[in-house]
C-alpha cells in the first residue's frame, strides 16, 4: 500500500476516534435517552464537547476532498514523493488540529487547519 493510501486510512481511522469523543461529549451533555432519540431540540453543545463535534465536522468536509485527490492521483498513476509528503502532512496536521481543537487552542489550531490544507493542496498539483 502506498504512503498516500495508508495516510488516507489514518485518516478516515482519526475521524472515527473524533466521532466516539464527540459522542463521549454530546452523552456528558445531554445525555443517553436524548442522543437516543430522535434528537429533536438538542441543546447546542458547549465547551470541549462542542468543540469536538465541531471538528469531526470540520474532518469530514475536508476527508471527502482528501480522499477524491489521493484516490484519483492513485488510480491515474500520480502517486510520488510529492503526494505522499502531501497525504503526510494532511494527517499529521489534522490529527494536531482535533487536539488543539478539542483543547481550546485557536490559532494554533488555525495553523493546523492550514497545515492540512497545504498537504491538500500538495498531492492535488500532482494531478495536472
Do not use: C
Not at 464527540?22 to 451533555?29: E, S
Not at 510529492?82 to 503526510?88: H, K, N, P, V, Y
Amino acid at each position: 500500500m502506498t504512503v498516500d493510501l495508508q495516510m488516507l486510512v489514518w485518516s478516515a481511522a482519526l475521524a472515527l476516534a473524533q466521532m466516539v469523543v464527540a459522542a463521549i461529549g454530546a452523552h456528558g451533555q445531554v445525555g443517553l435517552p436524548a442522543l437516543a432519540g430522535n434528537r429533536e431540540d438538542l441543546p447546542a453543545l458547549t465547551g470541549w464537547a462542542g468543540r469536538a463535534r465541531r471538528a469531526h465536522l470540520n474532518m469530514i468536509e475536508n476527508l471527502l476532498v482528501f480522499a477524491i485527490v489521493v484516490l484519483v492521483a492513485h488510480a491515474a498513476g500520480k502517486a510520488n514523493a510529492t503526494t505522499a509528503q502531501g497525504a503526510s502532512l494532511f494527517f499529521w496536521a489534522r490529527l494536531a488540529y482535533a487536539i488543539l481543537y478539542v483543547a481550546g487552542v485557536p490559532w494554533l489550531r488555525t495553523a493546523a487547519w492550514a497545515a492540512s490544507i497545504a498537504g491538500l493542496l500538495l498531492v492535488f498539483s500532482q494531478l495536472f
